[in-house]
């Protein structure tokens, strides 16, 4: 009987979003780099239209979901997987990508975010690496019963030092680092689905 080669094995979808609309983001480009690093086994897939989520409304909501909100909720439920990596400002997390979350926390029975396995990661040119957002991201997922990822932890401060001018994470260590992030989130979601 010949053994499964690894192109039978399904890979696994990941959603990646950057709560930032800035193109020069770091946190774009740090997902930019989890699809370099990742193995093959990961299918990681960057959500890059935040800009099109309108600001939450209910009366709009009781219309239907504007169109961004659907591509978004669409592309959370066909992953297996949820890759976040947030910006600070202010010591939370950016209004764009709350704003986000709460859409597609809707309806509260049933939304594409419930049980949908999470990894959070953040960058800043601060010391401190999005330590805060990272922990009020933290704080929804609990209200939307995300399961994000307990360790290990991925706070990448002096982000301004890690990347070159075309937006390349350059650090050795972090590309290193967020290759073992991206294999603790794949056992993490194996695990949750069993
Ligand atoms: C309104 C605002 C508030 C910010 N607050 C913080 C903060 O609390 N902590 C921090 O480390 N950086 C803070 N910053 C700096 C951001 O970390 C920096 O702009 C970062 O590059 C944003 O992420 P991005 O590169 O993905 O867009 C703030 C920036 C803005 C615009």
Redesign the pocket.
């Given at each position: 009987m010949s053994q499964p080669s690894p192109s039978d094995t399904p890979r696994l979808v990941v959603c990646a979003i950057?709560?930032?609309l800035?193109r020069?983001?770091?946190?774009?480009a740090l997902l930019r780099a989890a699809q370099e690093v990742a193995p093959d086994s990961l299918d990681i897939r960057i959500f890059d239209r935040l800009g099109d989520v309108p600001l939450y409304n209910a009366d709009v909501e009781a219309e239907g979901d504007p169109e961004g909100v659907r591509a978004l909720k669409d592309a959370i439920r066909e992953a297996d997987a949820l890759l976040i990596?947030t910006?600070?400002?202010?010591?939370?997390v950016p209004g764009v990508l709350k704003n986000a979350i709460d859409w597609a926390s809707r309806p509260p029975r049933g939304s594409v975010l419930a049980g949908k396995p999470a990894a959070i990661l953040g960058?800043?040119?601060?010391m401190?690496?999005?330590a805060?957002?990272q922990s009020a991201l933290r704080q929804a997922f609990v209200f939307t019963q995300t399961p994000a990822m307990l360790q290990p932890e991925f706070l990448l401060g002096r982000?301004n030092e890690k990347f070159d001018e075309a937006g390349r994470l350059t650090d050795e260590g972090t590309r290193t680092f967020l290759k073992q992030f991206l294999l603790a989130l794949e056992a993490w979601t194996l695990r949750l689905r069993d």
């Open positions: 950057a709560g930032s800035r020069g983001s770091y946190n774009r990596a910006p600070e400002y202010n010591h939370s960058a800043s040119p601060g401190t690496g999005t805060r957002a982000a």
